[in-house]
């Protein structure tokens, strides 16, 4: 068994993770609404949404702290003839030193989470001065919902199959565990083919509790929460709008 990190697990994401059609709904919705032509997309991890982005925007960034993942993206651009799409290795919480300006920052599927409230902060702030508008797609770990790979009626620290998927013509399957902090949630994944473990990760998401978003979003001084979304299964959505139009 190989213990694997983000960069490893890029080699696979693609297979791994697949398109959720709510989310480019909800690309195509904003966009609509807010009028947004230009976009960034952070975390991007493999560009799952690489072709849709393209299509539905004039201009967009995609932005990952893996060089992995950005490598993938590349080659997807190349082999597809895609123009309109520009990728940058940055963290998230230091989107600022990239020198871009856009209508819209969206961080999905969480991608926020893996910043505590502290680097939230610094996001808001840095994010200031590239974007007019945010949409943050959010979860709070303690309401007793699911996810696609979060289940909350499986108790700590139990590994349950989550996730069947195919990859270098091994059939893999996934097993998750989770453990609630006080703060945080830590995930480990394990990947079997057949009854051999050949990879193990883990990783910790902070809870993004609504109530306390939204005070740091107040006292940012920089962002608004513009409109909140909620969905059944305990995601909920914002939009946060710039205060005031940066000249």
């Not at 998230?92 to 999905?108: Q, R, Y």
């Not at 007793?144 to 289940?151: A, E, I, P, R």
């Not at 108790?155 to 270098?168: A, C, I, L």
């Amino acid at each position: 068994m190989k213990k694997i990190t983000y960069k490893e697990r890029a080699t696979f994401y693609i297979q791994e993770v697949k398109k959720d059609y709510k989310k480019i709904k909800l690309l195509k919705a904003i966009k609509d609404k807010y009028d947004i032509t230009s976009m960034a997309l952070c975390p991007c991890a493999s560009g799952v949404y690489l072709r849709e982005c393209s299509e539905i925007f004039k201009e967009s960034y995609f932005i990952d702290i893996e060089k992995t993942m950005i490598n993938i993206i590349n080659n997807q651009k190349e082999q597809q003839s895609i123009k309109n799409v520009k990728t940058y290795i940055c963290d998230m919480k230091n989107i600022n030193e990239l020198k871009i300006e856009c209508d819209c920052i969206f961080a999905l599927d969480q991608g926020i989470q893996y910043l505590n409230y502290s680097n939230f902060k610094k996001f808001l702030e840095n994010s200031y001065s590239v974007t007019k508008y945010i949409v943050l797609e959010l979860f709070d770990f303690n309401l007793g919902k699911t996810l696609t790979y979060y289940d909350s009626k499986v108790e700590d620290n139990k590994f349950y199959f989550s996730k069947q998927f195919t990859f270098n013509d091994l059939n893999i399957k996934r097993y998750n565990k989770h453990i609630h902090h006080k703060t945080h949630i830590e995930f480990w994944y394990q990947y079997f083919n057949k009854d051999n473990l050949v990879f193990e990760t883990n990783f910790k998401l902070y809870n993004y509790e609504y109530n306390m978003i939204k005070k740091i979003v107040d006292k940012s001084n920089k962002f608004v929460i513009q409109e909140k979304i909620e969905d059944e299964n305990g995601t909920y959505i914002i939009v946060l709008k710039r205060i005031s139009n940066k000249k």
